[in-house]
């Protein structure tokens, strides 16, 4: 209501006076009422007194035949303070006398004939003519014969008049009071009107300041029931400010874990929508964190995973209870390569019965799946190699056996030319299955301190366990070593380590390609006054493109899928590492993103290691204590 004050003083002011108003209103109308109920008790009273009073003066009068009594009666009547009209009618209700003015002009209405049949003998009849008229009539009997009637009118000015008065005193006294009564609010209202505004304008303060103090406590002017309200304002702000300490600290808590918990969080809402995420969210995602917020699982995650996000979220909205250990699995990222997120999902509840978003807690399980993946074909590997080496072991006696065989059937029997050539095809092939065995046991055994090796035979016996798969792909191997050239090393190591850069050069080959193994004395790179041995394996294969040759040694990166365990590049990194090497590597994709094609094309890994005796000293105790020495790749 716009007409109504805002002060608390003016309304106090306006509610009183109001309230005042229409008390003193309802006195005077009950008042009122009252006395007019008692004008009419008086009237009805009054009127059957002299309606009687005059009917027994006109029947006495006729009776004797004096017509001037009755006229004078009539007029006597009529004369009296509250008599209005007095008439005397013949039982036709034809006007005879009349107190005031010429009879013929006061004929009686047709609402004043009605009553006539209603008459009854020796009883005055009170009725109420329209315009609020107070009438009587009564009969006028001589001799029991009807003569007419008696009519008398209330005269209703004095009643008016004192009704009047009775309002104009209440209306003085209504007046007298409403005066009265503003000033003592008006001198109430200062005792309250002032704490209320000092607690208004706190109010207004910590609305428009929420962190400052500077205007509490508020002064405690009064000893009242608004002081004592001032004082727990005062209380309840300092409280509140003790809260929000304690909030802000909780709240930058909360935002510290959010944003260093090493797991993704993300929260929902019902419509899947982003309202908060952390880093490792956004890096598991591969999305910026601005542009997660408000925007859904579907706007952001391949529709697979979206749809089982969805479906986790759901659960919790629906039945309000956590779901836990969801795996999820996709690929993506550079380069691309499958994944595995642990999800977890619960209810965030801002009220207790409802739940308001639910949050996602997301696990990158990639590297542990394939670390279990990888061990479990390492250890496949190694039963293999375990294996193998007891049948090379057990192959060695047979073949001993062939071997002498095949000697004494050459030298002591006497055969075509033919046939000796065949059998020295056969002893051939023999020693070329010894040499293979005798290789597979130097892979398993490994010696345990290091010791200078011949790196020509060392680099050929490698070779020749990949021979039959040059052999199918119709490679050309071109070997640029001496063969004299040697190196203070373990042996098996560095065999392990060339190993899986022929293999892999081999795996990225095509039919008809190049692979060449180089070896010479060199200077390492970055100390040009360390000397040592630098190896280079080349090959025309595929190629790598930018971001695998980034990841290329990483545990359990590989790009083979079911073929390759991420190992091999790994391991020989950290054998390298272990002699204090350096490796690097060069490569040129045959198709880059571009869509482009390459006219040269492939990978060259290059690997510098020391040539120096002093390695053994610090060898013992690095291989007893699993230590390794830091280096640069």
Same mark, same amino acid.
């Given at each position: 209501?716009?007409?109504?004050?805002?002060?608390?003083?003016?309304?106090?002011?306006?509610?009183?006076?109001?309230?005042?108003?229409?008390?003193? $209103?309802?006195?005077?109308?009950?008042?009122?009422?009252?006395?007019?109920?008692?004008?009419?008790?008086?009237?009805?009273?009054?009127?059957?007194?002299?309606?009687?009073?005059?009917?027994?003066?006109?029947?006495?009068?006729?009776?004797?035949?004096?017509?001037?009594?009755?006229?004078?009666?009539?007029?006597?009547?009529?004369?009296?303070?509250?008599?209005?009209?007095?008439?005397?009618?013949?039982?036709?209700?034809?006007?005879?006398?009349?107190?005031?003015?010429?009879?013929?002009?006061?004929?009686?209405?047709?609402?004043?004939?009605?009553?006539?049949?209603?008459?009854?003998?020796?009883?005055?009849?009170?009725?109420?003519?329209?315009?609020?008229?107070?009438?009587?009539?009564?009969?006028?009997?001589?001799?029991?014969?009807?003569?007419?009637?008696?009519? %008398?009118?209330?005269?209703?000015?004095?009643?008016?008049?004192?009704?009047?008065?009775?309002?104009?005193?209440?209306?003085?006294?209504?007046?007298?009071?409403?005066?009265?009564?503003?000033?003592?609010?008006?001198?109430?209202?200062?005792?309250?009107?002032?704490?209320?505004?000092?607690?208004?304008?706190?109010?207004?303060?910590?609305?428009?300041?929420?962190?400052?103090?500077?205007?509490?406590?508020?002064?405690?002017?009064?000893?009242?029931?608004?002081?004592?309200?001032?004082?727990?304002?005062?209380?309840?702000?300092?409280?509140?400010?003790?809260?929000?300490? $304690?909030?802000?600290?909780?709240?930058? %808590?909360?935002?510290?874990?959010?944003?260093?918990?090493?797991?993704?969080?993300?929260?929902?809402?019902?419509?899947?929508?982003?309202?908060?995420?952390?880093?490792?969210?956004?890096?598991?995602?591969?999305?910026?964190?601005?542009?997660?917020?408000?925007?859904?699982?579907?706007?952001?995650?391949?529709?697979?995973?979206?749809?089982?996000?969805?479906?986790?979220?759901?659960?919790?909205?629906?039945?309000?209870?956590?779901?836990?250990?969801?795996?999820?699995?996709?690929?993506?990222?550079?380069?691309?390569?499958?994944?595995?997120?642990?999800?977890?999902?619960?209810?965030?509840?801002?009220?207790?019965?409802?739940?308001?978003?639910?949050?996602?807690?997301?696990?990158?399980?990639?590297?542990?799946?394939?670390?279990?993946?990888?061990?479990?074909?390492?250890?496949?590997?190694?039963?293999? $190699?375990?294996?193998?080496?007891?049948?090379?072991?057990?192959?060695?006696?047979?073949?001993?056996?062939?071997?002498?065989?095949?000697?004494?059937?050459?030298?002591?029997?006497?055969?075509?030319?033919?046939?000796?050539?065949?059998?020295?095809?056969?002893?051939?092939?023999?020693?070329?299955?010894?040499?293979?065995?005798?290789?597979?046991?130097?892979?398993?055994?490994?010696?345990?301190?290091?010791?200078?090796?011949?790196?020509?035979?060392?680099?050929?016996?490698?070779?020749? %366990?990949?021979?039959?798969?040059?052999?199918?792909?119709?490679?050309?191997?071109?070997?640029?070593?001496?063969?004299?050239?040697?190196?203070?090393?373990?042996?098996?190591?560095?065999?392990?380590?060339?190993?899986?850069?022929?293999?892999?050069?081999?795996?990225?080959?095509?039919?008809?390609?190049?692979?060449?193994?180089?070896?010479?004395?060199?200077?390492?790179?970055?100390?040009?006054?360390?000397?040592?041995?630098?190896?280079?394996?080349?090959?025309?294969?595929?190629?790598?493109?930018?971001?695998?040759?980034?990841?290329?040694?990483?545990?359990?990166?590989?790009?083979?899928?079911?073929?390759?365990?991420?190992?091999?590049?790994?391991?020989?990194?950290?054998?390298?590492?272990?002699?204090?090497?350096?490796?690097?590597?060069?490569?040129?994709?045959?198709?880059?993103?571009?869509?482009?094609?390459?006219?040269?094309?492939?990978?060259?890994?290059?690997?510098?290691?020391?040539?120096?005796?002093?390695?053994?000293?610090?060898?013992?105790?690095?291989?007893?204590?699993?230590?390794?020495?830091?280096?640069?790749?």
């Amino acid at each position: 209501m716009r007409w109504w004050p805002r002060s608390i003083r003016w309304q106090m002011l306006a509610g009183l006076v109001l309230l005042e108003i229409l008390s003193i $209103g309802l006195f005077a109308a009950l008042l009122t009422e009252q006395q007019m109920h008692r004008v009419q008790v008086r009237a009805q009273y009054w009127l059957s007194y002299e309606t009687a009073s005059l009917a027994a003066q006109v029947a006495e009068a006729l009776e004797e035949q004096r017509p001037a009594w009755v006229s004078s009666s009539v007029k006597s009547t009529g004369a009296a303070p509250n008599i209005a009209l007095a008439r005397v009618t013949d039982a036709g209700g034809n006007v005879l006398f009349v107190s005031s003015g010429d009879a013929a002009q006061a004929e009686l209405e047709p609402d004043e004939r009605a009553q006539i049949p209603l008459v009854v003998r020796n009883s005055t009849r009170l009725f109420t003519l329209p315009g609020n008229h107070w009438e009587a009539v009564r009969p006028i009997y001589t001799s029991n014969q009807l003569r007419g009637y008696v009519w %008398l009118e209330f005269d209703k000015s004095a009643a008016h008049e004192q009704l009047a008065a009775i309002q104009r005193d209440t209306l003085v006294f209504g007046l007298i009071w409403i005066v009265a009564s503003v000033v003592l609010v008006l001198l109430m209202a200062r005792s309250i009107a002032q704490p209320l505004a000092i607690l208004h304008r706190g109010t207004r303060d910590l609305m428009n300041s929420p962190q400052g103090t500077a205007s509490f406590p508020l002064p405690v002017a009064v000893h009242n029931e608004i002081g004592d309200l001032i004082d727990t304002f005062n209380r309840m702000v300092a409280s509140l400010a003790e809260q929000r300490a $304690g909030l802000n600290d909780t709240l930058s %808590l909360l935002d510290s874990m959010l944003a260093n918990a090493p797991i993704g969080l993300a929260f929902v809402d019902r419509s899947y929508r982003f309202v908060r995420v952390n880093q490792i969210f956004a890096d598991l995602t591969g999305v910026a964190i601005s542009r997660h917020l408000g925007r859904t699982l579907a706007d952001l995650l391949p529709a697979s995973v979206a749809g089982e996000m969805e479906t986790a979220v759901e659960q919790v909205f629906l039945h309000d209870e956590p779901v836990r250990s969801l795996e999820i699995s996709g690929e993506g990222g550079k380069p691309r390569q499958p994944w595995t997120w642990l999800i977890s999902t619960y209810p965030v509840r801002t009220t207790p019965p409802q739940v308001r978003w639910a949050g996602i807690i997301a696990l990158d399980s990639s590297e542990r799946k394939r670390g279990e993946e990888a061990l479990r074909r390492s250890e496949k590997l190694a039963v293999t $190699g375990r294996l193998a080496a007891s049948i090379a072991h057990e192959i060695n006696n047979p073949l001993e056996a062939i071997t002498n065989l095949l000697f004494l059937l050459r030298n002591f029997s006497d055969l075509p030319e033919a046939a000796q050539q065949y059998v020295s095809m056969a002893e051939h092939e023999v020693r070329r299955i010894a040499e293979i065995t005798q290789q597979t046991l130097r892979f398993y055994r490994q010696p345990t301190q290091p010791a200078r090796a011949t790196l020509a035979e060392l680099l050929d016996s490698v070779l020749s %366990l990949y021979l039959g798969r040059i052999n199918s792909l119709d490679l050309r191997v071109e070997r640029d070593y001496e063969p004299d050239l040697t190196l203070f090393c373990f042996a098996g190591e560095i065999r392990q380590v060339f190993a899986n850069l022929f293999g892999n050069a081999i795996d990225a080959s095509s039919a008809g390609g190049r692979l060449l193994v180089r070896a010479r004395r060199s200077r390492d790179w970055k100390n040009p006054a360390q000397t040592g041995i630098r190896f280079a394996v080349a090959d025309t294969g595929a190629g790598m493109e930018p971001e695998v040759r980034e990841h290329i040694f990483e545990a359990f990166f590989t790009t083979k899928e079911v073929t390759g365990t991420g190992l091999g590049l790994w391991v020989s990194h950290e054998i390298i590492l272990k002699h204090h090497g350096l490796i690097r590597v060069r490569s040129r994709a045959a198709a880059p993103p571009n869509g482009a094609v390459q006219t040269a094309f492939g990978t060259v890994f290059e690997v510098f290691i020391p040539d120096d005796p002093s390695f053994a000293k610090e060898a013992a105790p690095a291989a007893d204590n699993g230590d390794s020495s830091p280096a640069t790749a």
